[in-house]
């Protein structure tokens, strides 16, 4: 009777393990991974997908290889070499990712400045931080339609007219304070300790104007006329004007920020065959056009790629070219002290 009670339960056991499902346990940014992209990943594998969001860049740093066990994680290219020479990401093997033959060769060696001779991430999606008006407030307000300039914002006297119709700020340090140099012709990688705090102090003094200062939510101020001029995310304003607002993003001439998020294995991760499935499946061409479609943010997909040509017919302005794309500029990777620069005047502007 005992034995039969036994196999009882261990057949049960048994059958409640084969029945339990796969999971792999994604940490990456709000509205950047369609969810129907997860859905068909799930249909195909039989893998759960477990997506946890994080609202700034602080949540990549401060998470990845610590405490919670994610398989996926997305971090900029630019926070890479501090991830690396922390050791808390996996290299990658490349035998395992097939999808990375269909990827734009020229962010692959763009990639290869910070992510070291030993892959340890993949491109993902790409985009730019430009401006975002409210066409109709900023011309009530100014009177005219201005120039595309980061003098809207970092200009005092502008952001000071334009303060009365709402101006915003991204919680984005590295982004945020290289513009800033930028427009005043330096280069953030190139920008001493004094330089990163006496721009942290001016964009404090900016912050005061500011009324609203997040990643996610100024795309509804925009729209709802709590505020009339942003900096802001490419495709968070292109989604926004899909549905109605009446929103145009601006690349301003001195230069729009671009970034490209990866695709990377924490150091801890509990199930690294399935986070292989997963990034090599967001990595294939057509997953990564229709992810693109969805976010409107810019797909990493080679462009003789079927995929693009496809892409092209429903939504050109999402196929960049890399004349375009040279245009744009990217954030270097930071010494030490720049780093503790960056952090402190940083401090100045989110006590």
Known sequence: MLKRMLLAVSLGLGAGLAQAQ?????????????????????????????????????????????GASYDVVFPAHFHLPALIDAQRLQSLDPAKLPSLKEIDPDLLAMLV???????????????????ALNVSKVVDTLGEMPEDTWGLLFDAKNSERLAQCGIGMLDAREE?????????????????????????????????????????????????????????WSGHVLKAADAGAPLRFVMPREGA??????????RNASNVAAAYRFIDYLASAEVNTRNALDTLFYPVTRADSPAMTKLASERLELVVTGDQRRSFYYLEALSAK??????????????
Not at 27 to 47: D, H
Request: charged content about 20%; hydrophobic content about 45%.
């Open 22 to 66: 796969e999971v792999v346990k994604v940490y990456g940014w709000e509205g950047r991974l369609a969810p129907s992209v997860i859905q068909a990943f799930e249909k195909q594998s039989g893998i759960k997908v477990e997506y946890t969001t994080y609202a700034s860049a602080e949540g990549v740093l401060n998470e990845v290889g610590f």
């Open 113 to 131: 400045g910070f992510d070291g001779k030993t892959r340890h991430a993949v491109p993902y999606l790409w985009g730019t931080v430009g401006l």
């Open 176 to 232: 945020t304070l290289s513009l800033l140099l930028n427009y005043k012709g330096r280069a953030l990688g190139r920008s001493g300790p004094r330089q990163i705090q006496q721009a942290g102090a001016e964009l404090a003094a900016l912050r005061g104007k500011a009324a609203s200062f997040g990643n996610s939510s100024y795309i509804e101020q925009l729209a709802s006329g709590k505020l009339c001029m942003t900096m802001a």
């Open 257 to 266: 920020l671009m970034f490209i998020d990866t695709m990377a294995i924490p």
């Open 338 to 351: 720049q780093k503790v620069a960056v952090d402190a005047s940083w401090a100045q502007v989110k006590p």
